[in-house]
């Protein structure tokens, strides 16, 4: 496509479901990240994928966090039994490799995530 | 511990004048440095970027400074215009990298006509 699109926009979740974010990357992008920025914070670095590698999870906050990138294209994050901490907006990134050169990455507009 | 600092959350700046955001760092293996704005419901956007063998980088009215010596970095905009208002964050990388752009908070810029 012709940016970063992520789905759902919003999504408001009670505490302890499960949601998933997906993220559609720019065609032939092959480095995706995923960040969030929590209220009054800056953008936090939560995972990267970079082709058939192993992806790189250092930045997830805890076991309840995963993502996966299926055929090198589409991602989601997936975050089990939410806790209210967990409301954020989760922001999308794609890049043609990883740190993405003088242009840094392209964003998506993010899934603004509340839990109630 | 934060590793890129933007220390005023806001600034405020009148139409046609200098806005000037500051950005402070505390790794001395990073070398490259960007600056992103971001309007409300979209994602961020690149805006202008600085190799660390450079001390200034200009595009239109957007120019980044690097001090290397102070781990400082501003971005100059002027004249500043309405359209600017927008949040500004810097983003560093460490040369060589494996690894992530590493964001500031951010400063919330208000341009008023």
């Known amino acids: 496509g012709a940016g970063v699109s992520q789905s759902p926009s919003n999504k408001v979740t009670e505490k302890g479901k499960d949601v998933e974010l997906r993220c559609d990357p720019i065609?032939?992008?092959?480095?995706l990240y995923w960040y969030r920025q929590s209220l009054g914070q800056g953008l936090e670095f939560l995972i990267y994928f970079q082709g058939n590698s192993a992806p790189d999870k250092s930045g997830l906050p805890s076991d309840r966090f995963s993502a996966e990138r299926t055929g090198g294209s589409v991602s989601t994050l997936t975050i089990q039994r939410t806790q209210q901490e967990d409301s954020a907006v989760y922001l999308c990134a794609s890049s043609l490799a990883r740190f993405g050169g003088v242009n840094g990455y392209t964003f998506g507009s993010g899934t603004r995530l509340t839990v109630v | 511990d934060q590793q890129v600092k933007q220390n005023s959350p806001s600034l405020s700046v009148q139409e046609g004048r200098i806005s000037i955001l500051n950005c402070d760092y505390t790794?001395?293996?990073?070398?490259?440095f960007l600056w992103y704005k971001k309007y409300p419901a979209e994602g961020p956007t690149f805006l202008i970027s600085i190799s660390s063998i450079k001390d200034k980088n200009e595009d239109g009215r957007f120019t980044v400074f690097l001090n290397k010596s102070a781990k400082h970095l501003s971005l100059h905009i002027v004249p500043s215009q309405p359209g600017d208002s927008a949040v500004y964050f810097c983003a560093a990388l460490e040369g060589g990298s494996q690894g992530n752009l590493i964001f500031g908070k951010g400063t919330k810029l208000s341009v008023k006509p």
């Open positions: 065609s032939g992008h092959t480095a």
């Open positions: 790794n001395s293996m990073f070398d490259y």
